[in-house]
């Protein structure tokens, strides 16, 4: 379909007004190379099949491992790849019959099941419609959704291919089962009852099946830790439009103001930029609820000289962002606040100084532990070096891509994207201050993601200064605002 010349003036506008933040495709053979390197680290034999995510209501989003597989964000979707399995043999008796030279075509390596696309051309009346599509690029073989079902059955009852039996005795002796890779559903008690995955799984061992259950996750998952240039590109998309949202928030900021108001010039910013919908819920904890660490109800008004906790990230083209900045509501720091803060900020900084190919994070660790440690004592706070944790109650870091939460490693490795967010809980001053920032490991040490978005004292009081969305505008009950 033609864009319209509506739509084509909208693109013309968001080109003169800059609007930068997009990415291109990422074209199938990014896929197919994922692909490869999943099957080199199969068992000889074996099967890995994964499934995709059910909708949900009206939304969907793709389980990760397929979507980082295939990059098919439809419900409805499946793949299976084989391990390495040995040439296809003939019977003798047949293989006289055949030409010289003869070989059977190769099985397939891999299968994706998906629902065909229905045609989009409105057949002429009278006409016989098309067939529906059953197709996509980078794929060899392409099912229907409809034959899954059976076709992984069919692996868990038969094994892993033509040449494999489930048989545990072979002509060379006793054989091990054929390896499958899936996540099966388990249910987490005894006395729940069986998922349907696990029924499904009895069901299959009573017909006979034996076969070797492995995580398709264990194997999946590593190698989303070092992200190509067009995940990069997508997570710096989302970064931007997060930073500007931060930004935003930091001038619109006023004492009286509702969590769930900052929430909203946040998200706003998320969605004028295209990400439409944040990574995860965001986090807008003013004074006491600063303390909380996964605060998302964002009810709460806010009091002159709160801190408050600002936790968010938008997600673009499903690759999440991940920023926290902590500001004064009041639009500066009392002594207090600014030492506390500062003491956090320096272990931000150090953190994110020492990260580079090769560091470990048990090592930047220490580091953050031992700045934040110092802090309290000298804050007074604590008295004895082995009560960090009475104050510092998170983990210093996590990767971050299709997940916010994504796979992350020991060692850094150039193009892991990591977060470094130190922070104190002191809940007896009801204050609550984290500092994080996404990094991107490179070749010659590292690049922050988050960089335009302040963090110094001077430079978020400076901002608060300016001028914010003036989002008194769009009230319609005064009562939600007390500043009326
Ligand atoms: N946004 C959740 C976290 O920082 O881990
Ligand atoms: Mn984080
Ligand atoms: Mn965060």
Redo the contacts with the bound molecule.
Sequence with gaps: MRPSSRSLSLVAVGFVLGWSVCAAAQPPEEFRKRRDAVRAKMEPGSVLVLRGAARVGESFRQENNLLYLTGINEPNTALVLYGPRPEPQIPAEIKAELPDGFRLPPPPTEVLYIQPSAPQARPAPGAVPPAARLTRPGFDTVRAWQDFQEAFEAILTRGAGTSLSLSATGADGPQPPPVVYVDLQRSRRLLDPLTSDEQWLRAARDRGANVAFRSASALVRPLRAVKSPAEIERITAAMTITGAAQREAMRAAKPGMFEYQLQAVIEHVFLINGARRPA?AS?IGSGPNGIIL?WSENTRQTQPGDMVVM?V?AEYDLYAA?I?RTIPISGTFTTRQRDIYETVLRANQEAIAMIAPGVAMREINARVNGILTEGLLRLGLIKDKGELRKYYTHGLS?GVGLQ??DVGEGVLQAGMVL?I?PGLYIPEEATGVRI?DTVLVTEGGHKVLSADVPKAVAEIEALMRQDGIDYSRYLVNKKVDSRQ
Excluded: K
């Design positions: 995860f986090i996964h936790d990230g991940d926290t996590h916010v939460h977060t967010e994080e």
